[in-house]
T-cell receptor
């Protein structure tokens, strides 16, 4: 089955700096790549996603890039704020599949 | 609007006891339904998913089982819990799309501690 690797597992940045989280996937037939944010004690929520026919997508301070050839995708957060502190999960979906495969998560800490 | 309810929120059970976690979705029909387990350092592990009543796909062999007795009801069960079953269990739903799934909406989770 699909294997999604995510790194780093922990990331600490100062407020205002950028943060980048990277994921790689194994199955070239995967075509949907969402990112979820889970704040402490809360449920994961979708923050941005990208499909395989797009190379980059932006939403205010967050962006996702996809390199299909290399089979990796990344989350970029600019001008980080303390409220960005959370665990971020990447995921991939196999073409015509029904269930997302998640990475192990990155714990992001933004210090004032 | 759609909502998802999951209960109980916390559960402490002895080894060997049974388990039943329940999840219901409101405001939508024929959703895809999922059970994930979240353990420290292991991310979100898919346990079961269902694309329709009575249709269950298992991703991880274990002593857990799932059932979907009604369109918007998903139940996670075990006859005899193991210590390794401890974790945070998340139910989720998504709109059923041709050729796959869309955004997952998670419940608030059930924290299970097996002693």
């Amino acid at each position: 089955g699909e294997n999604v690797e995510q790194h780093p597992s922990t990331l600490s940045v100062q407020e205002g700096d950028s943060a980048v989280i990277k994921c790689t996937y194994s199955d070239s037939a995967s075509n949907y790549f969402p990112w979820y944010k889970q704040e402490l004690g809360k449920r994961p929520q979708l923050i941005i996603d990208i499909r395989s026919n797009v190379g980059e997508k932006k939403d205010q301070r967050i962006a996702v890039t996809l390199n299909k050839t290399a089979k990796h995708f990344s989350l970029h957060i600019t001008e980080t704020q303390p409220e960005d502190s959370a665990v971020y999960f990447c995921a991939s979906l196999y073409y015509s599949g029904y269930a997302l495969n998640f990475g192990k998560g990155t714990s992001l800490l933004v210090t004032p | 609007s759609q909502t998802i309810h999951q209960w109980p929120a916390t559960l402490v059970q002895p080894v060997g006891s049974p388990l039943s976690l329940e999840c219901t979705v409101e405001g939508t029909s024929n959703p895809n339904l999922y059970w994930y387990r979240q353990a420290a350092g292991r991310g979100l592990q898919l346990l079961f998913y269902s694309v329709g009543i009575g249709q269950i796909s298992s991703e991880v062999p274990q002593n857990l089982s799932a059932s979907r007795p009604q369109d918007r009801q998903f139940i996670l069960s075990s006859k005899k819990l193991l210590l390794s079953d401890s974790g945070f269990y998340l139910c989720a739903w998504s709109v059923s799309l041709a050729g796959g799934t869309g955004e997952l909406f998670f419940g608030e989770g059930s924290r299970l501690t097996v002693l």
